[in-house]
């Protein structure tokens, strides 16, 4: 688990206003993803949340698109699913290992690598008055595990 989101549940540990930041939702959205070894999809998300009193599938991506936002989930367009980030801190680049047998998704970890070449990759869009904001890359292959049998 993630040290962001460690804090996280830390502070729903004791009392709420111990973590402002994040709504009821969200902080649910960030408890269930935290606990699950692997990518969501909202709708899985939903039905882990639904004892928990939520039903809306809005609800959901309003909370997911506030976590992406401040840097605590990132979404895995490719296969169209969310993961909790392993950084301590929001990062520009993001690359993910993705496993296209068993869908395992790894986010690279190192703290380097997370800021990998930001510079260039923001200016590839200054030519035509582009304001890059991130990068996500998404590395398929096959997990070690994968590869054994
Ligand atoms: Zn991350
Ligand atoms: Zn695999």
Known sequence: MSQQAEQVKTSMGG?????????????????VLSREDGPMKAYELLAALKDKGVKAPMTVYRALDRLEAKGLVHKLDGINAFVICNHDEPHRVQIFLICTNCSHVEEVREHDVANLDWNTISKLGDPIGFK???TRIEVRGTCAKCQET
């Open 15 to 31: 009392c709420d206003h111990n973590d402002e930041s994040l709504t009821r939702n969200e902080k649910l959205v960030v408890d």
């Open 132 to 134: 890059a904001e991130a």
